[in-house]
């Protein structure tokens, strides 16, 4: 019998451990059901301690319980935080569209590009995030072969000039932006790092092996410190990050 409530014991630890493995530690850190199940895995670890395996038995199927919901919430914010950046990235390529004047340069592709976001938009509202995502990526696809306008008569962009007096950050915290989420393109426009947003790939070349899939730059994730590379021998130094 004791060998059989320490199997539970064994089993319920475990899966509290491979939910660790499988997210890590700091995507379940704010998780109040993975909290609770490295609680109930300590109570039964002491219920078996002290010799009452009856205890030992709940209180392990109850960590093993909450870790499986853990799990999964685990699982559908991840998928959440990777269907609204490919939506923040189509919706630069619409708008990058629009104004270039996609529509009658590009009027078939527009087409389709425009239901594609639209797609995007609705299944993102109605929790279907893989297929959100699978609409956002035809849209970037799509729009891939969009140029500007007017791009060969474009003036080139000006070389900044390091600042003396007042150096500009070398690493950027991402964000956790609900209507328009941090990505490598909308780091890159912001003034104190390049303010352009073709510049994105500079950002992408220094971080990628930060990213959790270093082949996919769309899936950047807040809380992570991105590497600011000098652009044009820009003096950079310290860390901007949001103020509390």
Not at 23 to 36: E, I, V
Not at 127 to 142: M, N, P, R
């Amino acid at each position: 019998m004791r060998h059989a409530h320490k199997t539970w014991l064994i089993l319920g630890a475990l899966l509290v451990l491979g939910t660790v493995t499988a997210f890590g530690q700091n995507s379940l850190t704010d998780n109040p059901n993975y909290r609770k199940a490295l609680d109930m895995q300590r109570m039964a670890q002491q219920s078996y301690d002290s010799g009452d395996y009856q205890k030992a038995t709940e209180y392990s199927k109850q960590a093993e319980e909450l870790s499986r919901i853990a799990l999964s919430e685990s699982e559908i914010q991840r998928m959440r935080w990777m269907a609204n950046s490919y939506k923040n990235r189509a919706a630069e390529r619409i708008a990058f569209g629009e104004k270039n004047h996609a529509a009658t340069r590009y009027p078939d592709i527009w087409t389709q590009a425009k239901a594609s976001y639209a797609v995007a938009q609705q299944t993102f509202d109605a929790k279907a995030y893989q297929a959100s995502v699978d609409a956002s990526t035809k849209v970037i696809d799509l729009m891939a072969g969009v140029e500007p306008e007017q791009k060969a008569a474009a003036a080139p962009a000006p070389v900044a000039k390091p600042v003396a007096s007042k150096a500009l950050p070398a690493v950027y915290e991402v964000r956790l932006i609900e209507s328009a989420r941090d990505c490598f393109w909308r780091i890159a426009e912001y003034p104190f790092v390049y303010g352009d947003p073709w510049k994105w790939r500079l950002l992408y070349e220094a971080n990628k092996d930060k990213l959790p899939d270093p082949s996919n730059p769309d899936l950047v994730l807040p809380g992570m410190l991105i590497t600011i590379p000098s652009a044009s021998g820009e003096v950079r130094q310290g860390t901007w990050a949001p103020t509390p």
